[in-house]
């Protein structure tokens, strides 16, 4: 439909990274998530079915994924920006975020310049590393491949931060009320699906799908489903 070529027909071959929840992450033997809801309608639009496929977010963001044929699209919570923008094309923006600084309770995490001496957990290849690096420079950082690894590092004391998106955080402080978000930093930014560079016609297929949702109000019903009211 619409012109659109799927790499297995039938099926829309999703690359993401797990877990990165309320996002993608697994339940009772399930992907689900926030990601998964929104490309099921660009599925349904296609006629196809969703196919999950869970891989480093590293290989996701520097675009060798989708390049190499690996998936038809990326969903991964991955935020628009230049340097992946050289590589592969986002769709419209579909959420926005920023980055927050996690630790225990009480430990007075207001700012990176609080992290001196310490360790700061990072997940590979995210905008969280980078803005943590250009911002603190000297901070000693570790860097996880993924997002359960860096929460497992916070909590078993191997690192004595962590810095990732405001979603994923808050999602897992509501849960682990040993910790809390000691400082939001404002980077304005905002997730898109990823195609391979020139697939304009599932692009197209994912725009209207990300305006018809919002326009009908089921991007709210999603919203609420992973993130409450
Ligand atoms: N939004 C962040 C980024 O794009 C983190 C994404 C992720 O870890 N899945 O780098």
Redesign the pocket.
């Known amino acids: 439909p619409g012109g659109v070529t799927l790499i297995q027909s039938g099926k829309v071959l999703t690359c993401t ?1 797990l877990p ?1 929840e309320p996002f993608q992450f697994e339940k009772d033997g399930k992907v689900v998530g926030f990601d998964v809801d929104l490309v099921d309608l660009v599925a349904k639009k296609l006629n196809a079915t969703q196919e999950v496929i869970d891989t480093p ?1 590293e290989g996701i ?1 520097s675009g060798v994924d989708l390049n190499s044929g690996k998936c038809d699209l990326a969903a ?4 628009i ?1 230049d340097t992946r923008k050289e590589n592969f094309d986002f769709s419209d923006p579909y959420f926005d ?1 920023t980055q927050v600084l996690v630790g225990k309770k009480g430990a007075g995490l207001t700012g990176l310049d609080k992290l001196q001496g310490k360790k700061l957990g990072v ?1 590979n ?4 590393a980078k803005y943590a690096k250009e911002k603190a420079p000297d901070v000693e950082q570790v860097v996880f491949e993924d ?1 359960g690894l860096l929460l497992s590092g916070l909590e078993t004391g191997a690192v004595d931060a962590a810095i ?2 405001n979603g994923v955080v808050y999602d897992w402080v509501n849960k682990h009320a040993d910790y809390e978000v000691g400082t939001e930093f404002a980077t304005g ?1 905002q ?1 898109g699906i990823g195609v391979k560079k020139g697939n304009t016609a599932l692009l197209k297929v994912i725009n209207e799908t990300i305006a018809e949702t919002r326009a009908s109000g089921q991007y709210d019903t999603i919203y609420e489903k992973w993130f409450g009211k």
Do not use: K, P, S
């Open positions: 990274g990165y977010f963001q991964a919570g991955m935020t920006d975020a997940q290849g995210t905008t969280g997002l990732n998106d930014e997730y």
